[in-house]
């Protein structure tokens, strides 16, 4: 077994608050453990340019309340191609780095799995606001990005009751309508509208019109990123044609992946970083930390990009034949459990709000 002396530390990806309650975790956890912390700075391509420090338990002070990551991000193409991970390698090499804690999305990931080839052990931890990661029940930024879209689509309800509109808000999730759905239900909308579920148009526009006349003034419908990016202006349209309501249309964007992380993510981040530094220290690596059931455990990096895969309706046949029954056996119940969770909270938004 490697042994573990010195590591790295890196978010990579969208940001998400919580990343650095995270890079604190784990740089406290390999401190305590005899094990030196080096910070990569700007993900990938911090690697690749050799932007990495070392980091004592007094540089990560103070971070865990706030947003953003103190060891910035980016998104490197060049971390792509073999020549890009072969450069990544031999500068984890020439810092001495036994190993690598990656935090990010599935981008993220996939590169992980590319340099713990190359030779350098990685673990990656999922760290993303759009908790679109089949493998654990939660990134570390969903809860504090579902906090600020609730408290601004509060915001938003005010002046729509005041003036008797309706507001359509585009919330965040290229891929996974999470916050919609959550956040759905914890602003009272009306309904909303994610890729995974398909939406009952006539359905919602005969309860509005109803709800109108018995004296409802204010609607919220939230409508998910992925939808596409005209899709909210021309919903907005439809909804004054169909049910003659003022509409207005706003897009939260970016404002949803900042602000000081919730108890949830800062707790959440704090125990994905120990269990990250646990198994790389004791060996683990092409691991990722997961949520499931409640407790943090750890999967496979192929297993758990695999899934993911499965669930975003990207595995071929050809790699699904190529998967032992045992182990697609779990991964459909795991993927099983998000659908079924989703219909489970869409059902309640269309029965209870209105
Ligand atoms: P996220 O990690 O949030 O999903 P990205 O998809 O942008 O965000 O991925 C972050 C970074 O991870 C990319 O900029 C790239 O450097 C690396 N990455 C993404 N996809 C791959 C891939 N298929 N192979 C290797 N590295 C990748
Ligand atoms: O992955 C998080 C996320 O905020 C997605 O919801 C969104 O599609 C994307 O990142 C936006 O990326 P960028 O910061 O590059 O605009």
New binding site residues.
């Given amino acids: 077994m490697a042994e573990f002396k010195r590591i790295g530390v890196l978010t990579s ?2 940001d998400a608050p919580g990343m650095n309650a995270a890079v604190r975790a784990v740089t406290r956890l390999a401190l305590y453990k005899g094990v030196e912390v080096y910070g990569i700075y700007n993900g990938y391509q911090g690697l690749i340019d050799g932007q990495i420090k070392q980091l004592g338990a007094r540089d990560v002070s103070y971070i865990i309340n706030r947003g953003g990551t103190m060891l910035y991000t980016a ?1 490197c193409p060049e971390f792509k191609t073999k020549e890009g991970v072969e450069k990544a390698a031999a500068k984890a090499r020439e810092f001495g780095l036994d190993g690598i804690v990656t935090i990010g ?1 599935d981008g993220t990931f996939r590169g992980a799995v590319d340099l713990t080839d190359a030779g350098i052990p990685c673990i990656g931890i999922p760290g ?3 908790n679109d990661i089949a493998s654990t029940e939660m990134t570390i930024g969903f809860d504090t990005a579902m906090n600020t879209v609730v408290d601004l689509v509060d915001k938003l309800r005010d002046t729509s009751e005041s003036h008797s509109r309706c507001t359509i808000v585009e919330v ?3 891929d996974a309508g999470d916050i919609a759905l959550n956040t759905a239900i914890a602003v009272g909308a009306v309904t909303t509208v994610i890729k995974e579920i398909p939406t009952d148009f006539d359905h919602v526009f005969e309860k509005m019109i109803e709800a109108r006349r018995a004296g409802k003034r204010n609607f919220i419908i939230i409508t998910a ?1 992925g939808m596409g990016r005209e899709y909210g202006e021309e919903l907005t349209q439809l909804i004054e044609k169909r049910t003659g309501i003022e509409a207005r249309f706003a897009r939260l964007a ?1 404002i949803q ?1 900042g602000g000081s992380p919730t108890l949830q993510d800062r707790v959440l981040a704090t125990k994905m970083g120990c269990a990250a530094v646990e198994s790389l220290v004791s060996g683990q690596m092409k691991k990722v930390v997961c949520q499931r059931h409640n407790s943090i455990i750890t999967m496979d990096i192929h297993d758990a990009l695999q899934v993911d895969k499965l669930m975003k309706g990207k595995l071929s046949k050809e790699e699904q034949n190529k998967i032992p029954p045992n182990i697609m056996y779990d991964m459909k119940k795991i993927v099983a459990e998000k659908e079924a969770y989703k219909q489970y909270l869409n059902y309640i938004i269309d029965h209870i709000t209105l």
């Fill in positions: 990806g969208g998104r999305g993303t606001i759009d965040m999730g290229r990123e970016h992946r």
